[in-house]
């Protein structure tokens, strides 16, 4: 597969099948995605991938904070706030889709509770893995961040994996830090769920789209 099929197929995947990836699979990815670029070759990610157990354990917390009425606690701060004008329509118009894959209407409160908690479920994928940098990196060190995540997810593409990256996952990371060996002086920055992709599943199915060309790029000579 090449780059450009790679990117194309790409999507955020949130169904999946019980079908664990094999290990040394899931190890080749990573060091391949050791060769992504960054800032004066800083490499400032750090990644914690979960399975099985330590994976159930992890959701079970998440899920019991959410349940309980725990603040999420994120350090740095998501991505999607203050969005307005044009990036908060694309926003809507994003949920709506993903609503309407799945027969669920804005005014149903509680079906679009039970399908925002699928993101700290994994959305069912049997793996899921948690990116963290130091707490001391500001906004430069975070593009470097995105370009290891895309990296991971388009190799994942190549090898037939399908995965979704959230930031909810950032939010609620206290078993996480004590299951999984983030170093101290880090925080989660986002997560991403992996696995294979239920492909007839209605939330797998729908297409948001992209913007024209010309409302993104500009070219001068």
């Known amino acids: ?41 800083t490499q400032p990610w750090h990644v914690v991938v979960v399975s099985g157990e330590a994976r159930n354990n992890i959701e079970k917390s998440m899920v019991s904070d959410i349940m309980s ?47 925002m908690l699928r993101n700290w479920q994994f959305f ?12 001391t990196m500001s906004e430069i060190n975070a593009v470097d961040m995105g370009i290891y995540l895309q990296t991971i997810m388009l190799l994942m593409t190549e090898n037939g994996l399908a995965s979704c990256p959230q930031g909810a996952l950032a939010m609620y990371t206290d078993a996480v830090h004590e299951l ?27 297409n948001v789209g992209r913007e024209k060309l010309d409302s993104c790029v500009e070219f001068f000579e």
């Not at 197929?9 to 019980?18: C, D, F, L, T």
């Not at 809507?92 to 039970?114: F, G, M, N, P």
């Not at 696995?195 to 729908?206: D, K, L, S, T, V």
Request: proline letters at 6%; one cysteine or more; a neutral charge.
């Open 124 to 135: 069912g994928a049997p793996h899921a893995a948690f990116f963290s940098m130091p707490k």
């Open 1 to 41: 597969m090449i780059v450009s099929e790679a990117i194309k197929q790409r999507r955020s995947v949130r169904a999946y099948k019980k079908q664990a990836v094999d290990a040394g699979l899931i190890e080749k990815i990573f060091l391949q995605a050791q060769d992504s670029p960054s800032n004066c070759n």
């Open 180 to 206: 999984a060996n983030i170093p101290e002086n880090h925080a989660i920055m986002f997560g991403l769920s992996f696995g294979y992709a239920e492909e007839e599943a209605p939330i797998n199915r729908f």
């Open 69 to 115: 009425g725990k603040t999420p606690t994120p350090h740095f701060t998501p991505g999607d706030q203050g969005l307005k004008d044009e990036y908060r329509k694309r926003q809507i118009a994003c949920a709506i889709s993903l609503y309407d894959s799945v027969d669920v209407k804005y005014e149903e409160k509680e079906k679009r509770q039970e399908l």
